[in-house]
């Protein structure tokens, strides 16, 4: 479910860039091929991520939850000259859409793609400092990618998080122990004094997170 209403997404779809022919190719082959197409980034979303990257020009990136690949081509396309973006991806079976792409895309050289669980990944990545950072995988464990990889990031860097609102259920009745956790974050975060943020009402909610 989109937080916004349909009419409105079809406006901003016509009045924001297009979406690049290359990512639509993607977008299409995701929905015929993959279950549970929902889980891309799509359009708009895809947009504000590479605007965000462009704004930061990150010398490097990690990003938590690839799936057929889609944000990183978006969150690369802001990339300084010979930066470089990790992305984890958990599911062996993404790796040839993720690879095709990547090269049909021209960001092969500069994606380092890991296969395996994010939370044993983390830590033994050969990476110092990361500039922006994308989580979007499974939900129970925002909070310790959060942990894990806040001492890494910068200051002035940027910390992004998918589906905070959760479809809504986030400020609704629901005690689901996904909204819950997901809850908990956003309460944890919102207090937190090291850093700034705001939730953009974005496709599922992304919450921009910004360390002081
Ligand atoms: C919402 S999708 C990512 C969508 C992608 N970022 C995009 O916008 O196109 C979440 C992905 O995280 C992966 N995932 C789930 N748990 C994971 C884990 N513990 N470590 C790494 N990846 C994980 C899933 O297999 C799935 O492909």
Not at 18 to 27: D, I, S, V
Not at 94 to 99: A, H, S, V
Request: hydrophobic fraction near 40%; include cysteine; aromatic fraction near 8%.
């Amino acid at each position: 479910m989109d937080i916004l209403p349909n009419a409105l997404l079809a406006y901003l779809d016509d009045h924001c860039d297009p979406e690049p022919e290359a990512l639509q190719q993607l977008n299409r082959e995701t929905h015929l091929k993959v279950l549970r197409p929902h889980m891309l980034s799509g359009h708009y979303q895809g947009r504000l991520l590479s605007f965000l990257s462009k704004m930061v020009a990150p010398k490097c990136i990690l990003e938590i939850g690839t799936y057929t690949g889609y944000s990183a081509i978006c969150l690369a396309e802001g990339l300084a000259e010979g930066g470089i973006l990790h992305t984890i991806e958990v599911n062996r079976e993404m790796e040839d859409i993720i690879n095709s792409h990547f090269k049909l895309t021209n960001v092969e050289n500069k994606i380092k793609l890991h296969f395996g669980q994010a939370e044993a990944i983390i830590p033994d990545l050969e990476a110092d400092v990361f500039d922006l950072v994308f989580i979007d995988a499974d939900k129970k464990n925002n909070f310790t990618y959060f942990q894990l990889v806040f001492d890494k990031v910068r200051s002035g860097g940027l910390i992004i998080i998918d589906n905070v609102l959760w479809k809504g259920k986030v400020y609704g009745p629901e005690k689901d122990t996904d909204t819950e956790n997901i809850r908990k974050l956003n309460d944890h975060i919102a207090v937190d004094s090291r850093i700034e943020k705001l939730i953009l009402p974005v496709r599922d909610g992304l919450l921009v997170i910004r360390k002081k």
